[in-house]
């Protein structure tokens, strides 16, 4: 179940935006498909993330996929638990597997993400 007070993108990530703050993840979706994550691979904080572009990698034992940025903004905290934990992605991708937190650049970016309902129908579409 996607959390109803989260965003979407239709590349599985998601964000909990918080005033100019929001915080970013893959999706449990995302994690179930990538299977056991190994290591998230993170920008460090100050980096200026823009909307639509690869910020990071996610290694899991079946693959590498690349995570998007969902909204523009600069990394004011990266979750450093997941160097040690990196499976938080996969059991906990809504809490403890949170990757980033930005300071929006455009809030207004929020507005063109979709609800846990559209997010949701999108899935049963993906065909995976």
């Given at each position: 179940?996607?959390?109803?007070?989260l965003?979407?993108t239709?590349?599985h990530?998601?964000?909990?935006i918080?005033?100019?703050?929001?915080?970013?993840g893959?999706?449990?979706?995302?994690?179930?498909?990538l299977?056991?994550v190994?290591?998230?691979d993170?920008p460090?904080?100050?980096?200026?993330?823009e909307?639509?572009?690869?910020?990071?990698v996610?290694?899991?034992?079946?693959?590498?996929?690349?995570i998007f940025?969902?909204?523009?903004g600069?990394?004011?905290?990266?979750?450093?638990?997941?160097?040690?934990e990196?499976?938080?992605?996969?059991?906990?991708?809504?809490g403890?597997?949170?990757?980033?937190?930005?300071?929006?650049?455009?809030?207004a970016?929020?507005?063109?993400m979709i609800?846990?309902?559209?997010?949701?129908?999108?899935?049963?579409t993906?065909?995976?």
């Open positions: 179940m996607n959390p109803p007070n965003k979407y239709k590349e990530e998601w964000a909990r918080e005033g100019k703050k929001a915080v970013i893959i999706t449990e979706y995302a994690a179930h498909q299977g056991d190994v290591f998230v993170m460090l904080v100050g980096t200026k993330l909307k639509g572009k690869t910020f990071g996610v290694e899991s034992v079946k693959t590498v996929s690349d940025a969902p909204l523009s600069k990394v004011t905290k990266k979750n450093d638990e997941l160097d040690a990196p499976a938080n992605v996969n059991t906990d991708p809504y403890k597997g949170w990757i980033l937190e930005i300071e929006l650049s455009n809030p970016e929020a507005d063109e609800d846990a309902a559209a997010y949701e129908k999108h899935c049963e993906c065909g995976h």
